[in-house]
């Protein structure tokens, strides 16, 4: 297809299917570029999902909500949610930002290759007295070469973008063991198993009173 479409245009100007192709590669690599930056930062935006994750929980923990009310947390927890939330808000604008900038590319890509197809064309009709027909069968040409083009490469781009995922689910995979399974000691073999709690108390750091106290 490619041979056919470039033999074709090639009758206009030999650089017309050369332009088509550049500006097709160029989007590509600035498409490539923007996924690669999204995956380099993807535990910066994990972070902060995370974070704020973890204040809810434990907001909505009721084990802790009399420590809550009694050190009057509930601000503190607010303030460290909300920073959460602002570093979340100023990544994502970021990331819309390279967004944004992605499309922008793109129409300006498509406006050049179109402005040079009619620039060439209108030249060829007014000067050299192009019909009608050929005008608009060499346009189409045009238009489905950069189709198939920007087709292939959204392909291709798309495909970098499944095997970024597929590389953070083998980060995860291939993470190291934390546990020593082979140089640990095995389980002794009895038939029954007891845990028991026998005189236990327990109070705050730098306080006095015991708030469990010979617990059994």
Known sequence: SIIIYCGFLVQLEWWIPVIIIAAAVAGFYFNRYLNKWDYQHREEQAACYTRMNYIVRKSEDFAIAKDIRIFGLQNWLQDIYDDSRN?????????????????????????????????????????????????????????????????????????????????SIQEYLNKDEQFQFEFGKPVPEVGKWELSLENVSFRYPGSETDIIKNFN
Do not use: T
């Open 87 to 167: 570093l979340l808000k100023a990544f994502l604008h970021r990331k819309e930002r390279n967004d944004i900038w992605s499309y922008v590319f793109q129409i300006a890509c498509d406006f050049v290759r179109n402005g040079i197809a009619y620039v060439v064309l209108i030249r060829m009709c007014v000067e050299e007295g192009m019909p009608a027909a050929d005008f608009l069968l060499y346009f189409s040409a045009i238009s489905g070469f950069s189709d198939w083009i920007n087709g292939l490469l959204m392909h291709f781009s798309n495909y970098h973008y499944q095997s970024q995922q597929i590389s």
